[in-house]
Nanobody, 116 residues
Framework: QVQFVESGGGLVQPGGSLRLSCAAS????????MRWYRQAPGKERELVAT????????NYADSVKGRFTISRDNAENTVTLQMNSLKPEDTAVYYC?????????WGQGTQVTVSS
C-alpha cells in the first residue's frame, strides 16, 4: 500500500524559510522520479521541482529557481523541499508526487502560507 507522510508546512513571514518533507512507503522509491507540486486557491496545480533517478538530476520552475532546493534520501525514502526567501505568491498547498512510466502517486498535501 502506497503511503506518504508530508510535513513541514505552516505560516511564515515574507523572506522566511520552510522545509517540507515527504516520507514514502509501499513502492520502490529509489526508481521513481519525485516531484513537488503546488496549488494556490483558484489556480491550477503547477510543478515546482523534480529530482530524478538514477543521478538525482534536479529541475525547477522558473519562479522558484535559486530559492528552492529539492533533495532525496533513498535510504530513508524521503524527499525534501527547502524553501528560502519565501514570497506571498508561494502561498499554496504543496504536494509530493512519485512518478514512473506514467504511474503516479500523490501525497495528501501540506499548506504553506507566506504572510506578514
Amino acid at each position: 500500500q502506497v503511503q506518504f507522510v508530508e510535513s513541514g508546512g505552516g505560516l511564515v513571514q515574507p523572506g522566511g524559510s520552510l522545509r517540507l518533507s515527504c516520507a514514502a512507503s509501499g513502492f520502490a522509491f529509489s526508481t521513481y522520479a519525485m516531484r513537488w507540486y503546488r496549488q494556490a486557491p483558484g489556480k491550477e496545480r503547477e510543478l515546482v521541482a523534480t529530482v530524478a533517478p538514477p543521478y538525482s538530476n534536479r529541475n525547477y520552475a522558473d519562479s522558484v529557481k535559486g530559492r528552492f532546493t529539492i533533495s532525496r534520501d533513498n535510504a530513508e525514502n524521503t524527499v525534501t523541499l527547502q524553501m528560502n526567501s519565501l514570497k506571498p505568491e508561494d502561498t499554496a498547498v504543496y504536494y509530493c508526487k512519485a512518478e514512473q512510466l506514467g504511474i503516479g502517486y500523490w501525497g495528501q498535501g501540506t499548506q504553506v502560507t507566506v504572510s506578514s
